[in-house]
């Protein structure tokens, strides 16, 4: 009695399953790579924030050595008190010789004025973009920040801003830096978002301005 013959292999088949093996190995390879190559984004991003704020903290040296020589620059006045108001929608940490934490927009926290000098070395972008307002002209001028200050909104203006009309609301936006633009789109998100009043017209216009459609907002369910 013969021995069966022996089952042919369909070397199509053969080449499909090759092929889809190694597409498995390209898709998990690609996956690999894809978070690697957010890994390195992220770092990235990291390190020019670091060499942004760096960079900032040099230029503040250097402004604040120019104006050894001037005359409104006064010695640390231990006996004399700075505040720092938080502007934006949420809470904010200054960094001192040690953290302090203002829990909510327009709260507020006092130092000494050797601290306040740390809080303004270690944190230059935050102070000089008005993310947190100082209300003290004194400091302001001993330390070289006049001329973020003339284009800042204060904080008393800030605060009562998405009261006043459209026209002047508009107005003030337009001449706001990019970071206090985003505090104002901010709090137009918060007051749609809780339900508060808001004037239509506002909503309406600055969200052209920035490209978003701030109507689209519901007051979130309770």
Do not use: W
């Not at 790579?33 to 942004?52: F, G, I, P, S, T």
């Not at 102070?127 to 800042?152: A, C, P």
């Not at 003030?172 to 789109?185: D, H, R, T």
Request: aromatic share 4%; charged share 30%.
């Amino acid at each position: 009695m013969g021995r069966p013959p022996k089952a042919k292999t369909n070397p199509e088949v053969k080449e499909i399953e090759a092929t889809e093996n190694t597409n498995v190995q390209l898709e998990e390879a690609t996956v690999v790579v894809d978070a690697e190559k957010e890994e390195l984004r992220r770092q990235v991003a990291e390190q020019q924030k670091q060499m942004q704020e760096l960079m900032a903290q040099m230029k503040l040296m250097a402004e604040m050595v120019s104006n050894k020589g001037n005359a409104t620059e006064k010695p640390i006045n231990e006996k004399r008190n700075i505040t720092f108001i938080n502007m934006v929608n949420g809470g904010m940490n200054l960094k001192g010789t040690r953290y302090y934490h203002i829990d909510k927009q327009f709260g507020s926290k006092v130092v000494t004025d050797s601290e306040a000098r740390v809080i303004l070395s270690n944190m230059p972008n935050t102070i000089q973009s008005g993310l947190v307002y100082i209300n003290d002209i004194d400091f302001i001028k001993e330390n070289g920040l006049e001329d973020y200050y003339n284009g800042l909104i204060n904080d008393k203006t800030l605060r009562t801003l998405l009261d006043k009309d459209c026209d002047e609301v508009v107005e003030v936006y337009n001449g706001a830096n990019a970071e206090q633009k985003k505090i104002i789109l901010d709090m137009v998100v918060s007051r749609r978002l809780n339900g508060e009043k808001i004037d239509a017209n506002i909503v309406v216009e600055l969200g052209k301005l920035c490209g978003k459609n701030f109507m689209d907002y519901e007051p979130l369910e309770e």
